[in-house]
């Protein structure tokens, strides 16, 4: 099985930067492919980032050119790094992996990023 401990949320006022970092506890294949969600108040979790094998990415519109996941393989690892922060960036953020071996997404328990001036 694997955990996934989120951590580096907070409180930034707009146009601040922040690093979320995810950490896996179990084993993580290159392959496996990991993202960062996020969910909002009133709102559905959504889609912010992932990282496939061969470190191919993809983002939501809304944070293309302002935010950047990244993964570190032999710390079983995954960033995201949030620059040019909007009040609308202010959610819940979720890590998640899909372990292909298992055939199941896992999730951590997320961490709060707050946007406020």
């Known amino acids: 099985q694997v955990q996934l401990v989120e951590s580096g949320g907070g409180l930034v006022r707009p146009g601040g930067s922040l690093r979320l970092s995810c950490a896996a506890s179990?084993?993580?294949?290159?392959?496996?492919?990991m993202g960062w969600y996020r969910q909002a108040p009133g709102k559905q979790r959504e889609v912010v980032a992932r990282i496939r094998g061969g470190d191919s990415t993809d983002y939501a519109d809304s944070v293309k050119g302002r935010f950047t996941i990244s993964r570190d393989n032999a710390k079983n690892t995954v960033y995201l790094q949030m620059n040019s922060l909007k009040q609308e960036d202010t959610a819940v953020y979720y890590c998640?992996?899909?372990?292909?071996?298992?055939?199941?997404?896992?999730w951590g328990k997320g961490t709060p990023v707050t946007v406020s001036s």
């Open positions: 998640n992996v899909y372990l292909y071996r298992y055939g199941m997404d896992y």
């Open positions: 179990g084993s993580i294949f290159s392959i496996d492919p």
